[in-house]
């Protein structure tokens, strides 16, 4: 499958290069081609780089993987083009932070009832958006190996077969995968991000994940 990225940062990076080993071919798009000439060394022959709104043509599924404060991800999404999202599936990989003020973590900038996924499905209303990876560090978003076991990644969408495609990413990626209903649940998963990000703060500590015990 082909797979276009909106993003250049370490997210768009480490998905990209997961996306990569599953033997897709992906473009990672930015308004700055030049920072990804590394990126592009380490990706091989099926690995190319280009503008948002290359991306987002080229891909058969598309990932948003911008920054969210000061309308980022509705600029980069404009800038892609809108129309070169229908009828696709978006993994939504964003948290809604904004600044939590001195030597605070981030805080979130949406909260219940609202949430970033549902704002990008309610921006691309013909893309099905499946909201999923933001409650881990982008370094074991496609390599969830911890000590301790195996992580759950939680994930939200509406469309069914959209959210079974990237069930089965995250399973072939190693994790185990709960699907916690439609992307109105995106809130749940923002605020779950926070959880993470807090607990890394609290104990400068940054390899954890989350899993889901059951008897
Ligand atoms: N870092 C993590 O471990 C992690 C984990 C889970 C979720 N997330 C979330 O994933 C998203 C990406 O995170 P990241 O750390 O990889 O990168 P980031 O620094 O949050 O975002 C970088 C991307 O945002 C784009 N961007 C910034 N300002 C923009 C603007 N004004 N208009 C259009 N695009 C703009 C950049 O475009 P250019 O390429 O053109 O510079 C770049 O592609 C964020 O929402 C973050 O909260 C991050």
Known sequence: MKIGIIGSGMVAQQLGLGFLILGHDVKLGTRH??????????????????????????????????????????????????DNFAGKIVMDVTNPLAPGGEKQPPKLALAYPDSAGAKIQ??????????????ITAYYMANPKLKDGTPTMFIAGDDTSANTTIKEIAERWGWEVEI??????????????????????????WKHAFKLLKE
Do not use: C
């Open 180 to 205: 916690i209903g439609g992307i109105e649940q995106s809130y749940l998963l923002e605020a779950l991000a926070l959880i993470w990000i807090r607990y890394g703060f609290l104990h400068n500590h």
């Open 33 to 82: 081609p030049d920072k990804l000439n590394q990126w592009l060394g380490q990706a091989g022959e099926k690995g190319s780089v280009g503008s948002f709104e290359d991306a987002a043509k080229f891909g058969e599924l598309i990932a948003l993987a911008t920054l969210w404060n000061s309308g980022a991800t509705e600029e980069a999404i404009r800038m892609a083009g809108k």
């Open 122 to 135: 309610s921006w691309l209303p013909k893309s099905k958006v499946v909201k999923a990876f933001n409650i």
